[in-house]
């Protein structure tokens, strides 16, 4: 059976590592931008890079219909701090480590590591939005679809870039990919 109700404080435990993972992310596309030689693989990180304080914007009014303080520190929130310095910590050692293709690669599988988890909070966001009531659901409702779409379209064409890559560093760049992910 389906709950009808979320557990507040699973949800203020999300939002404070996913105010933690924002301040991340500015670090992990700066980093990403330092190792792409692509001039679109370093445009699209620079976009990504510029909305993020917009999407800090938002978990903050969330944050706030929510009655959560965005500067609370968990348990969690130390977990994430951790994963998206170990993510930056990966591309500083690529880039120093090895040529800049390498590098490149490390950084776009960071970064798709880094938008998958961002992904999956939104939608767990998302959910909330669908079962909550009040200011919460106002504050989801008014600004979700927008993050949504947005980052779905950043994982998208994150993972296309990142096999891209490996494909021409495999030498399988004359050879088409498959339509679906199955093997």
Known sequence: MIS????????????LQMIEAKA????????????????DLKAQWEEHLKRV???????????QAAAVDPN???AGWTVAKHLEESLVAAMQAALAASDGEAAQRVACECVMWAETRDHQKWDLIRRIGSISSGPLKDAIDARLEEIGREEARHLRQ???????LWAEFL?????????????
Do not use: F, Q, W
């Open 4 to 15: 009808k109700k979320y557990n507040p404080e699973a949800l203020k435990e999300l939002l």
């Open 24 to 39: 991340g992310e500015k670090l992990i596309y700066a980093m990403a931008v330092r190792c792409a030689l692509r001039e």
């Open 53 to 63: 304080p917009t999407h800090r914007e938002i978990l903050l009014d969330l944050c």
């Open 72 to 74: 609370e520190r968990s």
């Open 158 to 164: 994150t993972a296309t870039l990142s096999d891209e």
């Open 171 to 183: 030498g399988l760049s004359s050879v088409p990919a498959r339509a679906s992910s199955t093997l």
